[in-house]
């Protein structure tokens, strides 16, 4: 009974310190277009896919160039990281990701503080 009742405290201890290194923030995979005044076809956006870890920034839907590349997520943000650039987004929560860094790019520079927002409609 004493070594059931061991096993059980140090199964607990092992599966509570399991939790403490993993990151909990979320992001949806789907496109996330940004806040502003845009026009429809020349807003901004991010669309990411959470299988493949990959993502796509563009500066609208009419234009032909986007950033692709890979994600990870770390400390509350969105690290993509294209050939080019690097751009950081914080995760504000499940919905809405601000840009902290828009790298080098230079064909487009979408200003900091730019909230991006999911939209369901366009997944």
């Given amino acids: 009974m004493k070594r059931m009742i061991c096993c059980l405290i140090c199964l607990l201890i092992l599966f509570s310190f399991a939790g403490c290194n993993s990151d909990t923030s979320h992001v949806c995979s789907g496109s996330?277009?940004?806040?502003?005044?845009?026009?429809?076809?020349?807003?901004?956006?991010?669309?990411?896919?959470?299988?493949k870890n990959e993502f796509a920034l563009g500066a609208g839907s009419i234009i032909s160039y986007a950033e692709h590349g890979t994600y990870e997520i770390a400390d509350g943000k969105v690290i993509a990281t294209s050939q080019s650039t690097t751009f950081e987004f914080e995760i504000k929560d499940n919905n809405t990701l601000v840009l902290i860094d828009n790298g080098d790019n230079e064909y487009f520079k979408i200003p900091i503080n730019t909230q991006f927002v999911y939209s369901e409609d366009l997944r």
């Avoid at 005044?37 to 807003?43: A, F, I």
């Fill in 32 to 51: 996330y277009y940004a806040v502003g005044d845009y026009e429809e076809m020349l807003t901004p956006y991010l669309w990411i896919d959470t299988d």
